[in-house]
Structures are given as C-alpha cells and as structure tokens.
C-alpha cells in the first residue's frame, strides 16, 4: 500500500529471484560448510584469519537486531490473541497498546519465555517441530480469512528500494540467521531446491494475506497506507466482523 500496489508486487518479486535466491543459496552454503554458530563460521571457514572475525560479530548484531524486532510484534499479536480469547476485543486498537508499556513490556517477556521454551529442545527438535504445525494452521487459517473476506502512484526508485528491502527482510537473509538452518540441510538436499521452496511458500503467504487485508480495508474503510497498524487494525475488524472471530 505503501509502495505503489502492484507493481511493487512485481519488482518485489523479481528481487526475490535475483537478490533474495542466489544470496540465500550463499548463506545456506556457508552454514553446510562451517555447521557451527554464525559467530564462529566465517572465522572456522577462513582458517582463523583475524579479519573474518568481524562478520561473526556483525551477523550476531543482526540477529540480535532481528529479535529485538520479532519479540515485540510477537508480543503484539499475542496481547490480540488474548484480548479476543477473552472477548475483550471490542475497546482497543493499535496505536493505544504500542503507547501502553506495561503491555509491550509484559508480552514481549511472555513471548520470550515460550521462545526460551521453544529452543530448550533444540533447533530440529522445537522450533522445526513446533514451526510445522504452527505454519500448517496458518496458511489453514489464512485460506478461510481470504475467502471471507470479498497504485497509489510512488517515485521509481522508491518503490524499486521498498521492494529491495522486503525480499531482504522476509526472507531474514544477510545477517547469518538462514545460514544457521543452512547447518542442519544434510548433504542429500538440494541449497537451490530448498531456497526455491522457501521463496514460494513465503510468497504464497504474503499474497494470501494482501488478499485478506487489502479488500477488508475497502469493506471496513481503513486507510491502506497505515504501514505496520494496518494489519492489527484490518484484521481486528475482521475478526469482529465474523462469526466466531
């Protein structure tokens, strides 16, 4: 909505084949060679060279960065899921809970908890475990919400950044996060088949959900260029909209 509609939608997805595939196959390929912590990979691929150091540091940085993010939007959506479970969901919006410290604080450390939970498990053992389930209800529940529910004109260069910086950001690559599941694809898979699947299965969810959000916005009269408020607020009208929501 932001960045020009549709054909942001294109060049986004061009970004995704020509910057997002072959720098993911990359980062996979150094998390199968080193099959340790990003910390140490660049360092143990190097031979221990002092100048490759640094990019263990920075991809450490990054994943914090990440995570400083997820944890609060997490936190979000789990104070939503809440306040609809308990049919308090009637008298609140976005920009109060984001302006509220007490419930960004008490739910990020919420989400923290079953992060840590999630994790004490191990990689393959919790989070792919849990992922498999929690991603399966999702695109489930999306389908139902997409068949429920029935440019503003940018700069160039503007949207061709926009659309850039979300194939970076959806795919979370760059910062050494996919090069950690890189170090858990046995030898037997195909990086290239498995950076493929993702993109497509990434893709098909954003879709779905522009497919949701965007009508939803028209039916309920909500802005479509809210930026991040729009989904909370879109989809809290949804939900108040349908039964059983």
Known sequence: GQ???GSFML??????????LPTMIMEFSVGRAAQTSPLYMY???SGGRGKWNLWGIVCLIGNIALIAFYAVVSGWILYYFVKFLTGQNQDFGFEKMITTPSVNVTYLLFTLLIAFVILSFNLQGGLERITKYMMSALIVLM?????HSR????????TLVGAMNQAFFTLSVGMG???IFGSYIGKDRSLMGESIHIIILDTLVAV???IIIFPACFTYDV???AGPSLLFDTMATVFNNMAGG
């Open 208 to 210: 779905i959900a522009g």
């Open 43 to 45: 360092r143990k691929l």
């Open 223 to 225: 802005e479509v260029t």
């Open 3 to 5: 960045n020009g509609g």
């Open 11 to 20: 060049i986004y997805v061009i970004c995704l084949i020509v910057l997002g």
């Open 177 to 179: 996060g996919m090069a």
């Open 143 to 147: 389908l139902v919400l997409a068949v």
């Open 151 to 158: 440019m503003k004109e940018v700069g160039v260069v503007n």
